[in-house]
């Protein structure tokens, strides 16, 4: 049976489940980058909408550290040089 | 030897058919499997046509002064089932203040079976703190559907035991919302897999089977054996 190199498995298993399938969490760890400011706004979005859809849902929100989407407003036009 | 109970956030969330199947999934992975139902409903028999069993259980047993380990059934030579047996609410009352009483009856008895089986799958009562009380249970799983009620039941818990998600449908904008709400906040409590809602599963029990022995093709038979996987997995992990 195929398996993954031992190097792999043992920093598999210091990544959550998550983490695991999430493509930046692991460039994160492979950088040796934990702390790079990446946010994931389209999950983000779709997990505000997700509890903004149910009302039974908004009022029993979960209230955990990125559970509200932090992009109140549209993203700015040009933050990333797009745009002269 | 492996302890595993299987618990309902809330009532009728398909406890007792995930013990069957899972029971059931584990046996055909070659592991020696005992299922015990602490349910007084008394229904996980049911799923394995022991009709003529009715009565008798480690329940009923306990009552009537009898061993309670010679109330188990072979179903195959590495699968058996311990019965809860026939009992009146007043007698399940009963079988209660003595397990209030005593909290280490069901931690000796696991003890008494760690060497004849890998695992001891316990289907769990609500609302009966005594038999809800078991020894040291590596996989205490808490079972629960994909709608408001079980959100709302989570968050008041606030425990910290593995959730799986039974009765799946990836058609519903209200599952696929709170999956992804749970997969966020619950991050490594929330099983990897879920058991997708299947009509296999109700027609399993009206054929007296287990799904996994009943439709064994079927997506939650093949759901089963996931988590009978996982649970492996997790053994050697924690183990």
């Not at chain 1, 983000?44 to 909408?49: A, F, I, K, M, T």
């Not at chain 2, 005992?34 to 008798?56: A, G, K, V």
């Not at chain 2, 919302?177 to 879920?194: E, F, G, Q, S, V």
Request: net charge neutral.
């Amino acid at each position: 049976m195929a398996s993954l190199p031992a190097k792999s498995q043992v920093k598999n298993q210091t990544l959550s489940r998550s983490e695991r399938a999430d493509d930046i969490a692991r460039l994160k760890a492979e950088l040796h980058l934990p702390s790079l400011e990446y946010v994931d706004v389209s999950a983000l979005l779709e997990l505000s909408r997700a509890q903004k859809r149910w009302p039974l849902l908004a009022d029993f929100a979960i209230t955990g550290k990125q559970s509200s989407s932090p992009v109140a407003q549209p993203v700015r036009q040009g933050k990333f040089g797009a745009l002269k | 030897m492996t302890s595993l109970s299987i618990c309902g956030v809330r009532g009728g969330v398909g406890t007792t058919s995930l013990v069957a199947a899972l029971g059931h999934a584990l046996e055909s992975l070659g592991e020696r499997v005992l299922m015990i139902d602490l349910c007084p409903e008394n229904l996980l028999r049911l799923h394995f046509n022991l009709l003529d069993s009715q009565d008798s259980g480690w329940a009923r047993a306990m009552l009537d002064g009898q061993d309670w380990h010679k109330q188990a059934w072979s179903l195959k030579p590495f699968l058996q089932l311990l019965p809860y047996g026939r009992l009146s609410a007043e007698e399940t009352m009963s079988i209660e203040q003595q397990l209030l009483h005593d909290p280490q009856i069901w931690a000796r008895r696991q003890a008494s079976l760690a060497a004849h089986f890998d695992w001891l799958l316990f289907d769990v009562p609500q609302r009966l703190p005594g038999h809800a009380t078991l020894g040291p249970c590596l996989l205490p799983i808490q079972v629960a559907e994909a709608d408001a009620a079980c959100h709302v039941l989570l968050l008041q818990q606030a425990g910290n035991n593995p959730v799986l998600v039974n009765r799946f449908d990836p058609g519903s904008q209200l599952q696929r919302d709170l999956l992804l709400i749970w997969r966020k906040h619950y991050a490594a409590r929330l099983l990897p897999m879920k058991v997708h809602a299947d009509e296999a599963v109700r027609e399993a029990l009206a054929f007296k089977q287990s799904v996994g022995q009943y439709a064994p093709d079927s997506l939650a038979a093949q759901d089963a054996l996931s988590l009978a996987t996982w649970c492996l997995a997790r053994r050697r992990e924690l183990t």
